[in-house]
């Protein structure tokens, strides 16, 4: 079974940076694409940020320079670097893989995210 767990979540200034990680288990992340989405109170979940098996990288344009995604294959993790937060980026924030053997997707739990002064 599937498992993956997010954290690193937490309260930060503007300005501020956050690293959230998302260990997995049951499943290989270098073989695979994952991806972070957020969701803010009374919106719907939002794609944030893919890897894929290849390591290609794709963001969403409200986050591409701030965002960075990468992979620890070794570590079977998957980490988004959060830099120059802002008030919008408020949200909770989940880890996605996409099991392309079995073509279901697995999803954490989250990590809360509030930047606030």
């Not at 690193?8 to 300005?15: A, D, F, I, S």
């Not at 288990?25 to 695979?32: K, L, R």
Request: aromatic letters at 10%; charged letters at 20%; hydrophobic letters at 35%.
């Amino acid at each position: 079974q599937v498992h993956l767990v997010e954290s690193g979540g937490g309260l930060v200034q503007p300005g501020g940076s956050l690293r959230l990680s998302c260990a997995a288990s049951g499943m290989n992340v270098s073989v695979n694409t994952l991806a972070w989405y957020r969701q803010s109170p009374g919106t719907q979940r939002d794609w944030v940020a893919l890897i894929t098996s290849a390591g290609d990288t794709n963001y969403r344009d409200f986050v591409r320079g701030r965002f960075t995604i990468s992979r620890d294959d070794a570590k079977n993790a998957v980490y988004l670097e959060m830099n120059n937060l802002k008030p919008e980026d408020t949200a909770k924030y989940y880890c996605m893989a996409h099991i392309s053997a079995r073509d279901k997707y697995a999803w954490g739990e989250g990590t809360l995210v509030t930047v606030s002064s």
